[in-house]
């Protein structure tokens, strides 16, 4: 019978273009962190396959992909990222990323993850934030980056459907972690409030 543990986990949250893919990958390269995205988990499908076309209907708009397909698929995909073991439960702390994008995901999630901190990514600075996602419309080649209009739904979804995922949770596990800066000075920021978390929950992974 799988294990139906809840993962120990942490959750990026901030508007497009905050840094929550830069900040997640860095941390993923640390032991004892396992980075998932699901941004990235959708961009790995085929366009050409049935889930691959529905997320793209979504993503090219600006706009969610459905709860109940996004968790579904999410929980798929954790399921095999542990058969081929490439995350373990046990000793790796969940550095999620993309997910809860809304407070009805968060309410899906709650018996599958324990959500031990959440780093609240802060930009008040639409303008920067417009900026950098252009910068990496070209770097990247996102078509969800490229068009500014898309880009100005997706911080209106950030504004009316993700921010409120803060409230689902209790205070005391929100760190509001300022995204205005060089990636390393966000990530000492970020660091300094998650290395603690990994500490109190999980050994030394190269001791
Ligand atoms: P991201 O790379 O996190 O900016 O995500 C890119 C796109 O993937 C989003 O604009 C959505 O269309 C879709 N997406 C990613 N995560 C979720 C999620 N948790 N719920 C619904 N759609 C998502």
């Avoid at 780093?119 to 910068?135: A, F, I, P, S």
């Amino acid at each position: 019978m799988p294990d139906s543990t809840p993962f120990q986990s942490v959750v990026f949250l901030g508007a497009p273009g905050t840094g929550k893919g830069t900040q997640g990958k860095v941390l993923g390269a640390i032991p004892g962190f396992f980075h998932l995205s699901t941004g990235d988990m959708f961009r790995a499908l085929d366009p050409a396959s049935d889930l691959g076309r529905e997320f793209l209907k979504y993503s090219i708009r600006g706009e969610l992909v459905p709860d109940a397909f996004t968790v579904s698929l999410w929980q798929e995909h954790m399921a095999k990222l542990i058969a081929a073991k490439k995350f373990n439960p046990k000793s790796e702390l969940l550095v999620l990323d993309g997910i809860p994008r809304n407070a009805n995901q968060a309410k899906l999630m709650d018996g599958l993850v324990n959500v031990l901190r959440i780093v609240h990514l802060d930009c008040q600075d639409e303008g920067e934030l417009v900026k950098r996602l252009q910068l990496r419309a070209t770097k990247e080649g996102r078509p969800d980056d490229a068009k500014e209009e898309v880009v100005r739904r997706r911080l209106e979804v950030y504004r009316e459907e993700t921010k409120p995922v803060l409230a689902h949770y209790p205070e005391r596990v929100i760190a509001t972690v300022n995204a205005v800066g060089t990636p390393a000075e966000v990530l000492l920021a970020v660091l300094n409030v998650l290395a603690p978390v990994h500490t109190a929950h999980f050994a030394n992974p190269l001791s």
